[in-house]
Each structure stands twice: as C-alpha cells, then as structure tokens.
C-alpha cells in the first residue's frame, strides 16, 4: 500500500511540474486548484490500473510495455475530454504519457535496487551471525 501512495504522489508531482513548465513555456493559463485534484485523480487511476494490470502476465516485453504506455496515455486523454483541457493539444499529452511512462520505469528501478541493497544487507547480517556462532567454537 505505502508503494502505491509513493508511486501515486510520484506521477502526480511529475504531471504538475510538466504541466506547469508547458503552460509557462507556452504563456496560457496557470494550474487551478481544481487542475491539481484532477490530475491527483488521472494519477491515482493510473497507479491502480498499472498496479492491477501487473496482475495479468504478459510474456511479451514489447506488447507488456506497448499496454502499459496505451493505457496512461488513454487515462490522460480522457481526463483531457471529461475535465475540459481542451486548451491543451493531443501531442501534449501523448508525450506526457511518454514523460510518465520513462520516469515510472527509472522509480522502479531505483525502487527495485533499494530493496537488492536491503536484502544484501540482511544476508550479510545473517553471515556474519552463523559466522559467530559456529559449532564448536569454543569459550
């Protein structure tokens, strides 16, 4: 659950930071109030179909990664079509599906390589405590 949340402020703070740089470079209006919780709403249902699609095994690397970035790039455009962002163009938010999808996948790698460094770490505790206590290893 707290990967989850994490992975959730992770894009939504991504998508904010993008839409504001676009918005600045591009001199329309500013993020509202009700434009961060729509984005907060677009990531969180990111997040949970990413998460439930992860249940069901794609074997193929291509067609696994070709769905994944299908479906944030879909979430992203229906939230354009439902929340009115029609002042934004198309191309916007499939680059901002690709932005997401590459940012996703270097936290999951970071993630992935902090938990090999606490499993290396538990095993090295667990070493060197058989080491100490051998058999016969006298007073």
């Known amino acids: 659950m ?5 992975n959730i402020l ?3 703070g991504a998508l904010l930071v993008i ?10 209006e500013t993020i509202s109030v009700n434009n961060i919780f729509e984005i907060l709403g677009a990531s ?6 990413i998460t439930l699609r992860l249940k069901i095994e794609i074997r193929n690397f291509i067609l696994e990664n070709i769905v994944n970035l299908s479906y944030i ?3 992203l455009l229906a939230f354009r079509a439902v929340f009115k962002w029609n ?3 198309v191309w916007f938010f499939i680059l901002l599906g690709f932005i997401i999808y590459i940012l996703s996948i270097i936290l999951l790698y970071y993630q992935a ?5 606490e499993i290396n770490e538990l095993l090295k ?6 080491n100490g206590a051998q058999p016969g290893g006298g007073v």
């Open 73 to 75: 790039i879909v979430v």
């Open 19 to 28: 839409f504001a740089v676009y918005l600045k470079i591009t001199g329309k």
């Open 87 to 89: 002042n934004l163009p």
């Open 125 to 130: 505790k667990r070493r060197e405590k058989n």
């Open 10 to 12: 992770y894009v939504t």
């Open 44 to 49: 969180i249902l990111i997040n949970v179909g």
């Open 113 to 117: 390589f902090k938990k090999k460094e």
């Open 2 to 6: 707290k990967k989850i949340i994490v």
